[in-house]
């Protein structure tokens, strides 16, 4: 096996196992980082909902307090205004999706549903948790959400939310009197959900991972090359050149060319040493042909 194709089966083998090793990485580092983008972009969806549902609150809800008592605004209520609003968004983006998942709720759309229920059971078991994150498979792909209890911690949701007969009149008749009712203080009742897309981001990393293993490839192809041709000139060309004229003067061809290098490196060093040795073997030779018989 000659010398060149024993450096770049090491050089190939060296080169696979990098890259093996740095693209499986690159990649794990690249997800990680699509999922934290993703996760920002729930979060950011989520304190959204929440200044909604403040404003609603402090700035809304007083000034429909008259109208209310003749007719149930909807608008008045937190949790509808900040449904209403990412609704909105919704619409451009039907792949991101708010709601405020309830096992009993007053308005039937905020009911939840099986999975988002296995969620709020969560919530209901372990009462310290303040956030749950998790990924599901949706239509439109894979998706991550991020969910927040919904505890009543305000006396004053009970108005609303105790019993048939302490709620105001204009929400039984707007709503009816089997949902919504017998909340308690300090319970979980809902979770706030937000599912922001996967793909995007997940592709995005992909695409950035597939040019950075076509550039390192590229890179360590060109090294390759000029490895190559650097072994091949500064070390295989003369060593072929010097094993040539050994091979001849080992023939006993006296009067073959000499090698002349002039390279002050190793193989500079060999070839003078070489031909010294050969200035030896020919005065040798030229000594016992001159020798009496």
């Avoid at 490196?265 to 050969?278: N, Q």
């Amino acid at each position: 096996m000659k010398l060149l194709l024993k450096f770049n089966l090491v050089f190939v083998l060296i080169f696979l196992i990098g890259l093996g090793a740095t693209g499986a990485m690159t990649r794990q580092m690249l997800e990680r980082n699509a999922q934290e983008e993703t996760l920002q972009h729930a979060r950011f969806l989520l304190e959204k909902a929440l200044a909604v549902r403040s404003y609603t609150s402090t700035q809304v809800a007083p000034l429909l307090e008259t109208q209310m008592k003749y007719a149930f605004l909807p608008q008045s209520v937190p949790a509808f205004s900040a449904t209403e609003v990412l609704a909105k968004i919704q619409k451009n983006h039907p792949e991101y999706a708010y709601k405020e998942a309830t096992l009993n709720p007053t308005n039937p759309r905020d009911r939840a549903v099986e999975w988002e229920a296995d969620v709020i059971a969560e919530f209901r078991k372990s009462p310290d948790t303040k956030e749950f994150i998790g990924e599901r498979d949706t239509p439109a792909g894979r998706a991550l959400y991020i969910a927040r209890p919904i505890k009543i911690a305000d006396g004053a949701c009970l108005r609303c939310h105790s019993t048939v007969e302490a709620a105001p009149r204009t929400l039984v008749d707007k709503y009816g009197p089997a949902n919504g009712f017998g909340w308690q203080l300090g319970e979980v009742v809902g979770a706030q959900m937000v599912s922001v897309p996967m793909a995007i981001p997940m592709a995005r990393a992909q695409q950035a991972w597939a040019l950075f293993m076509g550039m390192l490839s590229a890179v360590f192809v060109t090294i390759a090359v000029a490895l190559n041709l650097m072994l091949w000139w500064l070390v295989i060309r003369p060593v072929t050149r010097l094993s040539r004229l050994a091979d001849r003067v080992s023939l006993g061809e006296l009067g073959a060319p000499s090698f002349a290098l002039g390279a002050r490196d190793e193989i500079g060093r060999l070839a003078t040493s070489f031909s010294r040795m050969r200035k030896s073997l020919v005065q040798a030779m030229k000594m016992l042909e001159g020798a009496p018989s």
